[in-house]
């Protein structure tokens, strides 16, 4: 696989999935098991930057990652989170997609709603009464995983998703 970046960080050993224009990775500091991230090969800060035919190919790979991630990880729904942009709170100036697996039981539930309506004015005090609710720790307080770990899920998550695509195409077919 050639050298692939995420912004001017490589991260070739972290991915576990490569299209034409789009990639999946596993997350250096993920929120629970199984947050990974969709990132189009070409460093472009903005949704809106990319091509027609880069954004088909995005959104299509956010949707396989998305069926795949919630079947590997036996979730029952799914946060996807993108910051398009600094005043959105993007960390890194390359456009990418958060996949959360998210469970019933995880203590956070349709309390979101509740959450945003109150909060819709402060998003901070939200996104901190929601890590609070769901008992994850805050970005600060997360270790970033050693090159090891990621490698070991990356590998694992690709032989997973093969399979996945695998029996993916037999329904298709048969």
Do not use: C
């Not at 576990?16 to 947050?35: D, W």
């Not at 958060?98 to 004015?121: A, F, K, T, V, W």
Request: aromatic residues 10%.
């Amino acid at each position: 696989m050639s050298k692939i970046l995420f912004y001017k960080f490589p991260v070739t050993s972290q991915v576990f999935y490569k299209s034409k224009f789009t990639y999946a990775l596993v997350n250096l500091k993920p929120i629970v098991p199984g947050h990974v991230l969709v990132v189009p090969l070409r460093v472009v800060q903005r949704l809106k930057d990319l091509s027609p035919e880069e954004s088909i190919d995005y959104i299509m790979t956010v949707q396989l990652i998305h069926s795949f991630i919630e079947k590997v990880y036996k979730a029952d729904s799914l946060n996807l989170a993108m910051q398009d942009g600094v005043a959105a709170g993007q960390s890194v100036p390359h456009v990418h997609t958060h996949i959360i697996p998210r469970y019933l039981n995880d203590g956070y539930g349709d309390g979101i709603y509740d959450l945003l309506e109150s909060h819709e004015q402060n998003l901070n005090s939200f996104f901190q009464i929601a890590l609070k609710k769901m008992q994850v720790a805050r970005d600060e307080d997360r270790k970033p995983r050693s090159m090891e770990v990621m490698e070991k899920e990356a590998n694992w998550l690709r032989e997973e998703l093969n399979e996945f695509i695998k029996s993916r195409e037999t329904v298709h077919l048969g």
